[in-house]
């Protein structure tokens, strides 16, 4: 009698990979095509945005119910520091330190994208130490805009499937993954070769 050999764990691990890989670029096109999606990051929750699609913009604001500054996630090094407007040494070593993590750079920033992802020419920029999070970046052009997965006033929410039908009129999909640590990121305020705590 045969028996069937169970995948070894390494196996499981690449299946894994590459059903969130796939996961994350139905989820893209989503965005591109101007809607919003819930999904989990290294840390929070979030809801998502394409930043260089109005439409999806909009809806994150309507969602939201607030007109940013948001957040920026990037899929890569390349892509966050291609945003930085001049570096310092200390601006160098905090983005060696800390990207992939959970680390929030708020840095002056390059124009060119939505006005809503700057405040006083900055922008608020992390490359995430999820790998879902990375990949659905990519798949979105380098960029995703992301807040906390909660309304104005409520508590975050999980990014779950009966999440989309309680939000039906905001989220248009919910993108399944790997979740978060549940804690904020630091955010760090960076100047020339100075930064500040915001966030703990």
């Not at 028996?3 to 990979?17: E, Y």
């Not at 939201?64 to 966050?80: I, V």
């Not at 200390?90 to 060119?112: F, Y």
């Amino acid at each position: 009698m045969l028996h069937r050999q169970r995948p070894s764990s390494h196996t499981a691990k690449c299946r894994s990979r590459i059903q969130n890989k796939l996961a994350a670029l139905r989820a893209a096109t989503v965005l591109h095509r101007g809607g919003i999606i819930a999904h989990h990051t290294a840390t929070l929750p979030g809801v998502a945005a394409s930043p260089r699609q109005a439409g999806s913009v909009n809806k994150l604001v309507s969602f939201k119910q607030r007109h940013g500054p948001f957040l920026l996630l990037a899929d890569s090094l390349r892509s966050a520091t291609a945003l930085i407007r001049f570096y310092s040494p200390h601006l160098r070593r905090l983005i060696r330190e800390s990207w992939p993590g959970p680390v929030t750079l708020i840095v002056p920033a390059k124009p060119g994208l939505n006005p809503i992802c700057y405040r006083q020419s900055r922008v608020a920029v992390r490359v995430d130490a999820s790998l879902q999070t990375r990949q659905l970046a990519a798949a979105s052009g380098g960029l995703i805009l992301s807040s906390s997965l909660n309304r104005r006033g409520g508590s975050t929410a999980k990014p779950e499937r009966r999440l989309r039908m309680r939000w039906h009129r905001h989220l248009d999909t919910v993108l399944q993954g790997p979740a978060g640590t549940g804690k904020a990121s630091v955010l760090l305020r960076v100047w020339r070769n100075d930064s500040t705590t915001i966030r703990p």
